[in-house]
T-cell receptor, first 114, second 110 residues
């Protein structure tokens, strides 16, 4: 069964450093998402992406965050200057269609900011 | 924003028991309801997907939505140790991002 793959599985970085989290969505999916889950809290929406542009973003997704689909298969989340509170699991997801189509999640990248 | 509420548990049951997991939601616009299962250190895995009110059955799993009371349930029959995981309910109106509950941690004891 096709799956969403994310790399790395764990990233440790120092505060103020830039990080790039990578995802390969399912090949025939058109909509891509990033969610995050701070330890012990809910899975929270960050951003959705379609047709090479952001379609929606949450208030969490401020100017420190950016997304890109650089080569037609990868989908990346960049955090420009990491803060301690960015420590979380970051999940990439994709769906065939928008809205009610079920999201298929990767196994996440655990980001630890020290 | 507490749009989807879920008792975090933990819930511990003996093998073979019927498990009932529940969520409530506040947004009347929600039309689509999903249950995800999340094993430790893994991403959420789609388990059940329902539209509007009613029941949907898939093997040992039954999802139930009551829109009049804004109540979502997942029933697991003949529970197995392999069902031990965190179960997340999630909802959307169809043109808004998926909103998750906090998840209920379930342990099925052999």
């Amino acid at each position: 069964e096709p799956e969403v793959t994310q790399t790395p599985s764990h990233q440790v970085t120092q505060m103020g450093q830039e990080v790039i989290l990578r995802c390969v969505p399912i090949s025939n999916h058109l909509y891509f998402y990033w969610y995050r889950q701070i330890l012990g809290q809910k899975v929270e929406f960050l951003v959705s992406f379609y047709n090479n542009e952001i379609s929606e973003k949450s208030e969490i997704f401020d100017d420190q965050f950016s997304v890109e689909r650089p080569d037609g298969s990868n989908f990346t989340l960049k955090i420009r200057s990491t803060k301690l509170e960015d420590s979380a699991m970051y999940f990439c997801a994709s769906s065939v269609d928008r809205g009610p189509s079920p999201l298929h999640f990767g196994n996440g990248t655990r980001l630890t900011v020290t | 924003q507490k749009e989807v509420e879920q008792d975090p548990g933990p819930l511990s049951v003996p093998e073979g028991a019927i498990v009932s997991l529940n969520c409530t939601y506040s947004n009347s616009a929600f039309q689509y309801f999903m249950w995800y299962r999340q094993y430790s250190r893994k991403g959420p895995e789609l388990l059940m997907y329902t539209y509007s009110s009613g029941n949907k059955e898939d093997g040992r799993f039954t999802a139930q939505v009551d829109k009049s009371s804004k109540y979502i349930s997942l029933f697991i029959r003949d529970s197995q140790p392999s069902d031990s995981a965190t179960y997340l309910c999630a909802s959307t109106s169809g043109n808004t991002p998926l909103v998750f509950g906090k998840g209920t941690r379930l342990s099925v004891i052999a």
